[in-house]
Structure formats: C-alpha cells, structure tokens
C-alpha cells in the first residue's frame, strides 16, 4: 500500500494502513476462481488490508497462489476509489513478465505513452 501510495502522484494516499495474511486451501476465493481453473494444487495466501481513504474506512484484498500475486480486484477497486481525479493506475504489460509494474496515468497520458514509447498499458 505505501509503495502504491508513492507513485500515485498524490491521488491515492491511504492512512490508517493495517493488514492480515490468511491462509486458503481446496477452493481459491471466488475473484480467482476463473483465472486458476485447471490448477492441480490450488492453495495460497489472502493478504487483506485495512485503510481509511478520505475519511472513510475500506477493506481491500488480494492473492497469492504460492508463486504470482494476483491483485486485479484489488487494483480496481482503488481505481474506482480515485476515478472522481481522472487518473488511474495502469500496468505495464509485458510477456513473462516477473513482477508487477504499476503506474498512474490520466487516459491521455497512457495512450500518448502507448503512441510514443510502444508502452501496452492495461487497466488491471
């Protein structure tokens, strides 16, 4: 949350940041169902975090299936938390990608980066 909270340009800056580490085994939380179908040993971590944003108190959550974070549903709803600023965080897609690159971009400045550097940047 605090490295999210860093390259926000100031549009996301969570306080009261706290945070618990589940374990899940058998049946992954439904947000993953679809994304580990087929999956032999499906057992992870849920990493849920608590914060205030604006005043008011939000519980977020995302996963781990023992070797890839999985933090689409997470990344959303702080997208839909910062929508009202027209910025966004983007990622930067890349194949075999080893790690996650997060980036907050207004739609015009993500779509001149495409245009320009040949960056693909996705919505989470």
Request: with cysteine; charged share 35%.
């Amino acid at each position: 949350m605090k490295k999210l909270a860093r390259v926000s340009r100031g549009f996301f800056i969570p306080t009261d940041i706290k945070g618990e580490i589940l374990d899940w085994r058998d049946e992954p939380p439904p947000e993953l169902k679809e994304e580990l179908k087929g999956c032999i040993y499906p057992q992870g971590c849920i990493f849920k975090v608590d914060f205030k944003f604006r005043g008011k108190k939000y519980v977020a959550e995302f996963y781990s299936n023992a070797d890839y974070l999985h933090m689409d549903s997470f990344m959303r709803k702080i997208n839909e938390l910062i929508k009202d600023t027209g910025y966004q965080y983007y990622w930067l897609c890349y194949l075999h990608i080893e790690y996650l690159v997060y980036m907050v971009f207004s739609e015009d400045e993500a779509r001149k980066l495409e245009k320009e550097r040949g960056w693909k940047l996705s919505l989470p």
